[in-house]
């Protein structure tokens, strides 16, 4: 079967995941209800930063393989394959908002009602288990007036891409999960990646709901592994001359436990692993089930903000009129994202505190600037930033922080106190001629 593949919604996983299909030379076509993001696409302009993309983007639409559709009937009237990758933000109470999902799906479903041949919808955006049984299915036969399984495929397939390494994610995957309406639907989605990944990729089929769960499984252990470590880096900072690093080192060593995401330090953000976290907390307790272990995951990382700055007021005592630079603000290095970036409820505390803040990020500048107004003082490169300051704190684990040496922070602070939040320097190097306090490292 020769694919011709329509992705709805170009937010991160909608746009990350079509041009992992036209690098591989899969024609893609797609649309979003936000003509300003079409806009931007057709002049060659991504919406959000990603290393690569806008190469990838300019590439796509060098081969003809990128089509922009004015109108979704368009999208689903040229193609067999359409993955529904729209948003699902959360609301107020921690649940998810399915407002874009049943949108789409309407849209969709209106657009099949006058197709003649077999199409295959995949739900790729992150929803809670049942959702595309109980939601998405209903609302695409009551708007196609035709039959799932039978007139038309459903799937959910969700995506494990993570900012920063989002194209290359896309293209080189851990896994595949397909969950299936039908095995008619299975089918055709297993043949289409065996296909696109050249028979490389395990692949796991199974139930809708059970897929949609996993989604939600593989960011939760990922949360609170990186709870875990916070914790015994807390521990660490207690006994004279541990250290967090070298104890994550060797308990990585053991392939049962795996050397990634024990990097301890402030804790996660991000648009998926707080907000996916909330969600299966509240979806559990709908289901009369409490999470005990979720919960801790989400209490640990939300203590890390105040455990972080009491080692600031340890050095400092009161922050009343003390500038403190703040050295990164996304949510992790090589992205300008700043959703539930630990910068954020940082820095709002220590500005309660009566500090003076002072902030750099290679990329975030614009977005902190539409946060934080004229609260804070921006920066334009991190040596500017820490000059005449009395506390230095690194907050993202930006690579041309860690080129930073000791001598920069003693010619340019006021004082040369360092709070290293994410582990980026070397303790020995650092604590020879400055104050250096760190996340998970005893007393020197
Ligand atoms: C995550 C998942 O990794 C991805 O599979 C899913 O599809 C979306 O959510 P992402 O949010 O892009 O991806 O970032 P990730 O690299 O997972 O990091 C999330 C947060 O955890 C960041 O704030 C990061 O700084 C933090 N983190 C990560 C740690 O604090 N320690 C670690 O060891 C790893």
Redesign the pocket.
């Known amino acids: 079967m020769s694919w011709l593949i329509s992705v709805i919604g170009v937010g991160y996983v909608g746009l990350c995941t079509s041009l992992g299909f036209t690098a591989k030379s899969y024609k893609t076509t797609i649309y979003d209800n936000d003509k300003s993001k079409l806009n931007l696409l057709r002049n060659g302009l991504s919406p959000f930063f990603e290393p690569n993309l806008e190469k990838y983007l300019q590439d796509a639409k060098q081969n003809k393989l990128f089509v922009i559709a004015n109108r979704l009937k368009e999208a689903i009237n040229t193609t067999n394959l359409t993955f529904i990758a729209v948003g699902t933000p959360s609301k107020k109470n921690g649940t998810i908002n399915l407002k874009y999902i049943k949108q789409a799906t309407k849209q969709i479903g209106k657009a099949l009602k006058t197709k003649k041949t077999y199409h295959l919808i995949v739900i790729k955006s992150t929803v809670t288990p049942g959702t595309t049984v109980n939601i998405v299915k209903p609302l695409l036969q009551e708007y196609s007036n035709k039959k799932c399984g039978q007139d038309f495929g459903l799937c959910m397939n969700p995506?494990?891409?993570?900012?920063?390494t989002a194209i290359n994610d896309t293209l080189n995957p851990y896994q595949i999960i397909i969950g299936e309406n039908d095995k008619k639907s299975g089918d055709a989605l297993e043949a289409f990646y065996k296909q696109l990944h050249q028979n490389t990729v395990p692949i796991i089929r199974t139930n809708l709901s059970t897929a949609e769960l996993i989604k939600y499984a593989?960011?939760a252990f990922?949360a609170t592994k990186?709870s875990y470590?916070n914790t015994i880096a807390n521990i660490c900072e207690k006994i004279p001359r541990a250290d967090v690093q070298t104890v994550a080192k060797a308990i990585g060593l053991d392939n049962r436990i795996s050397p990634k995401?024990?990097?301890a330090?402030?804790?996660?953000?991000?648009?998926?692993?707080p907000k996916d976290l909330q969600a299966l907390i509240v979806f559990s307790k709908q289901k009369n089930y409490k999470p005990t272990l979720l919960e801790a995951t989400q209490k640990v990382n939300n203590q890390q903000i105040n455990h972080t700055i009491n080692l600031i007021k340890k050095t400092l005592g009161s922050l009343s009129n003390k500038t403190i630079a703040i050295l990164g603000l996304s949510?992790?290095p090589h992205t300008n994202d700043m959703r539930e970036a630990?910068s954020t409820p940082i820095i709002k505390q220590l500005l309660n505190q009566g500090a003076k803040i002072k902030v750099y990020d290679p990329k975030a500048l614009p977005n902190a600037k539409q946060i934080f107004k004229n609260q804070i003082t921006y920066a334009k490169s991190a040596k500017q930033c820490i000059t005449n300051t009395d506390c230095t704190l690194i907050v993202t684990e930006w690579p041309e922080f860690k080129k930073l040496q000791p001598p920069d922070f003693i010619k340019h602070m006021k004082q040369p106190i360092l709070i290293d939040a994410r582990r980026i320097y070397d303790p020995q190097k650092f604590t020879k001629n400055m104050k250096y306090l760190a996340i998970g490292l005893g007393k020197q």
């Open positions: 995506e494990f891409l993570s900012e920063g593989n960011n990922l990186i470590i995401f024990l990097r330090g402030l804790g996660y953000g991000g648009s998926c692993f949510f992790k630990r």
